[in-house]
């Protein structure tokens, strides 16, 4: 591999496996990517990347509720308390929360006009920040990459 990753944290010596220094890599990328948008969103919506991930995903069900279990499957990150980024959301009018009518014991959420809003005033920076972060990797690498990152993600083991 190259010796790209050691020059970036400085590391004398060469790591004890490729997967090692790939998932290093990725951890590395992975943070320097989400920063400067955690940031953004932040200081411009008062937004954590998971509260935009959860408006996001109860925009793409829109108009069906999803559950907050259905909403942590699909999650990027799976955070173990999507009820209280629910709650948090709630709080400002991003959501709503209501019984599901077929079982009273399921509570169902809905992105609201005002979390539609936010979202349409943050779209245009969700489209330019990928370009401003990789636009400077060619294309032909871009879709090796993305071909790539699919593969371990289909593949993926698992560790306690």
Do not use: C
């Amino acid at each position: 591999m190259s010796p790209s990753i050691r020059r970036h944290i400085e590391q004398k010596r060469a790591f004890e496996s490729p997967e090692q220094e790939v998932v290093l890599a990725v951890r590395m990328v992975a943070a320097r990517i989400l920063a400067p948008w955690e940031r953004f969103l932040a200081s411009e919506a008062g937004l954590t990347a998971s509260q935009y991930n959860v408006l996001r995903i109860l925009r793409g069900s829109h108009p069906a509720p999803l559950t907050a279990g259905t909403i942590g499957e699909r999650s990027i990150a799976h955070d173990p308390d999507v009820t209280r980024l629910v709650d948090r959301l709630a709080d400002r009018g991003l959501v709503k929360r209501a019984r599901s009518e077929a079982d009273r014991r399921v509570v169902e959420v809905e992105i609201t006009g005002k979390g539609l809003d936010l979202l349409r005033v943050l779209d245009p920076h969700a489209r330019r920040m990928p370009r401003a972060l990789v636009g400077h990797v060619e294309s032909k690498k871009l879709q090796q990459l993305a071909k790539l990152l699919a593969d371990v993600l289909d593949g993926m083991g698992t560790y306690p």
